[in-house]
């Protein structure tokens, strides 16, 4: 027979088994901070007023360029009827239409055709008003003489009646044209004249004087 023992303190049977629970988990000490939260509040507040500042300043720009993009097209219509009006507007025709009559009826007979004609007016008087307004003594004399030129085509293949009236228009649009021909022509020349003492001038006329 075995000999029965005291378990006491020591015997399993009185052991308790403690509960398996994890240890709680600690909080760094910068979340319970105040100015932690602070600094958050701050940045949060400057993000949504930056966010909202650049929504506004992408408005205005897509608003602007809407505006600009309407201007433009405004602007371009209006450019094109100014143009198609100088083109080929009445104040234009009460020039080009007897002068191109004129052409018409005096071409034949000549090797260049009337249509060759026509052109080699413009372009001679464009050619000799962009000379002209860069100094070209020689252009703006030649800018005259196709002045006087168109005229008398206006006068001779202008209705009787209204020859007068044509010729004055030729002379008041040629008149403006002549404006930048004729701008440098008028523009004021300074010439500076340095006059300089000889060497020993002084001394000579103090000797003089003695």
Known sequence: MEPQFDAGIDSPADASTAPNVPAARRVPAWVTRADTWVVAGVLTVLSALAGGALWLLWKLITGLI???????????????AAAGWLAT??????????????????????????????WGWLLTGVVL???????????????????????????AAS????????????????????????????APRHTTIVITRPAGADSAESQVTR
């Not at 809407?66 to 094109?80: C, P, S, T, Y």
């Not at 052409?103 to 004609?117: F, K, M, N, R, V």
Request: with cysteine.
């Open 89 to 118: 507007g009445p104040i234009t025709r009460t020039i080009t239409t007897p002068v191109h009559a004129y052409i018409d009826t005096h071409a034949a007979g000549l090797p260049a055709t009337a249509e060759q004609l026509r």
């Open 129 to 155: 008003l962009v000379a002209a307004s860069v100094g070209a003594r020689g252009a703006r004399i030649g800018w005259c003489l196709h002045g006087v030129s168109t005229a008398a085509m206006a006068w």
């Open 66 to 80: 809407a505006v600009l993009d309407a201007g433009g097209e405004i602007a371009g219509d209006a450019g094109r």
């Open 159 to 186: 209705p009787p009646d209204n020859r007068e009236l044509a010729v004055a228009v030729t002379a008041a649009v040629w008149s403006l044209l002549a404006v930048p021909a004729f701008a440098r022509a008028t």
